[in-house]
């Protein structure tokens, strides 16, 4: 203990007797050295471990560590993410997938038990359970939600239509973070729901954030001013259309004329209500569809025909051997059908209905020119004049001054751009010489402190680095001569100087005297 405590102190003793300079290279040789340490352990870890299962729930998280503790495999937990040997990884993975739930049990509950001897009230409560269940795991499939809890309380029935009460559900969602649901997103969640439980309407349903909100307040609502939203829409889509063919008319004209020289504008009316057009086309030629033969013969005896003579000489009679009569008779029906051709055409929203084209032209324009350019346009815009498209085209002097108040208004926002840069640019400029001045002045500072210390002699004591305790010179004082100095004090002190140097040859020249003062 005293060795350990000896070489303690000899190290102390040798590290305050150090100059500054050297304990800061020390100080910082030592400080990298942990650095790399920390980095090749940080990195080794790193590369040991990899992710098992990561965004684990509680329930999930504490079967999967339990497990891994069964199986005695190295682990660690950071978070809501279980890391184990890399090698491991795969195996464990598909050994242990089977046991995450995500927090939630569904049908697996029905598979559990026997269902021998179980009553209807607690079937139908493990079904509940399970249907819940299913519903958050789906739920928390979709990529905004984070987690979902589900509950339902179950319709009940009565034998009076009157007595009965539908289902009512509450569903509790937690969102990512930088995630948010569209009213589209929860009637989404909500006809979900209704779907999955029986006689469970969506005006039942509530939905709410994990910041107590209560989104699904006035979305059912909002479908019914759906109507109003397309109408929106389309006045939208028609605006799209109409830029589409401007640009598309500005730049077929604009490398011929100018760019400051020619306007353009389109309008359009679009028909968005789908329809359907039933057409049919007949045959003249006639089909034959079916046709019937029929044929009675009868026979009889001679006998008396009738007293009329018309009667008589319009039978069909015909006497045979000892006058018996033969009749025929044949009746053909022949059915004929025309033949016909359905087809039905089914007509998209958003078919043009008419286009008008107006195009103005800086400068007077000549027949000739202006009936080229209608071709042009025409043929960009898709012209049709049985459905009432019109095209304008106008040549007239442009206001020269709107083009300079234009030009003057990009000069100064570029002279206005540029002083900007300009100025971040000084500004940087001038931080990074102040910054590289006040580096310089700490650096020839350092190096005078340093150069001073190793020029003065060093002390034993520490000394505090930036520490502003001013160093005292020490005083000196002039030595006080209480003896007068003669022969006599100067035989004393060389006596007793001989005497210090040569102690063995003082002893035996007194010990002479002695033995002279005994004879």
Same mark, same amino acid.
Do not use: C
């Given at each position: ?164 009460? #539908?289902? %009512?559900?509450? /569903?509790?969602? @937690? ?6 649901? +569209?009213? !589209?997103?929860?009637? &989404? ?94 045959? #003249?030629? %006639?089909?034959? /569809?079916?046709? @019937? ?6 026979? +009889?005896? !001679?006998?008396?025909? &009738? ?112 002083? !900007? ?99």
């Amino acid at each position: 203990m005293n060795k350990l405590s000896e070489i303690f102190t000899k190290l102390t003793d040798k590290w305050k007797s150090t100059s500054i300079g050297k304990k800061i290279l020390f100080g910082t040789i030592i400080s990298v050295v942990l650095a790399l340490i920390i980095i090749y352990v940080s990195y080794s870890n790193a590369n040991k471990y990899g992710v098992l299962f990561s965004d684990l729930t509680s329930e999930d998280g504490n079967t999967i560590s339990t497990k891994l503790d069964e199986l005695k495999v190295d682990k660690y937990i950071k978070g809501n993410t279980i890391y184990v040997p890399k090698e491991q990884v795969d195996e464990l993975r598909l050994q242990l997938a089977g046991e995450i739930s995500g927090g939630s049990k569904g049908y697996e509950l029905l598979d559990s038990g026997n269902s021998f001897g179980m009553t209807d009230e607690e079937f139908n409560l493990k079904k509940l359970r399970a249907t819940q269940g299913e519903l958050e795991r789906t739920i928390k499939s979709f990529p905004q939600i984070e987690n979902a809890r589900v509950h339902i309380t179950p319709a009940e029935e009565s034998v009076f239509i009157k007595d009965e009460k #539908p289902a %009512k559900a509450a /569903v509790y969602i @937690q969102l990512k973070a930088g995630t948010k649901l +569209s009213s !589209e997103n929860i009637r &989404s969640i909500m006809a979900l729901v209704s779907g999955s439980v029986e006689n469970l309407p969506k005006e039942n349903i509530e939905v709410i954030d994990d910041k107590m909100n209560l989104l699904s307040k006035g979305v059912l609502e909002e479908e019914e001013e759906d109507f109003t939203t397309s109408v929106d829409k389309q006045q939208a889509m028609e605006r799209e259309f109409e830029k589409k063919l401007e640009n598309a008319l500005m730049d077929m004209l604009v490398p011929a004329i100018g760019r400051n020289k020619v306007n353009v504008k389109v309008y359009s009316d679009l028909d968005f209500d789908a329809k359907e057009n039933t057409v049919i086309t007949y045959d #003249p030629n %006639k089909v034959e /569809v079916s046709s @019937q033969i029929i044929r009675e013969n009868s026979s +009889s005896e !001679e006998g008396t025909n &009738s007293a009329s003579p018309v009667d008589n000489n319009m039978g069909n009679t015909t006497p045979v051997n000892g006058g018996t009569n033969t009749t025929t008779k044949e009746d053909i029906t022949t059915n004929y059908k025309v033949g016909e051709t359905t087809s039905k055409v089914i007509s998209a929203p958003g078919e043009v209905k008419r286009i008008t084209a107006s195009v103005i032209i800086d400068g007077k324009l000549d027949e000739a020119t202006k009936a080229d350019l209608e071709r042009l346009v025409s043929g960009v815009i898709g012209f049709k004049e049985d459905r009432g498209d019109s095209i304008s085209i106008v040549g007239m002097t442009f206001d020269p001054s709107a083009n300079e108040e234009e030009a003057k208004a990009i000069a100064e926002l570029k002279e206005a751009t540029e002083r !900007e840069r300009r100025y971040q640019l000084y500004k940087t400029l001038a931080v990074a010489g102040v910054s590289l001045v006040a580096f310089t002045i700490a650096m020839i500072f350092m190096f005078k402190v340093m150069r001073k210390k190793k020029d003065e002699p060093q002390s034993t004591l520490d000394v505090v680095i930036g520490g502003n305790i001013p160093v005292k010179e020490a005083v000196k004082f002039d030595p006080i001569d209480l003896e007068v100095e003669n022969e006599k004090t100067h035989l004393e002190q060389e006596i007793k100087k001989y005497a210090t140097n040569k102690p063995d040859q003082v002893a035996d020249i007194v010990r002479s005297w002695l033995a002279e003062d005994e004879r």
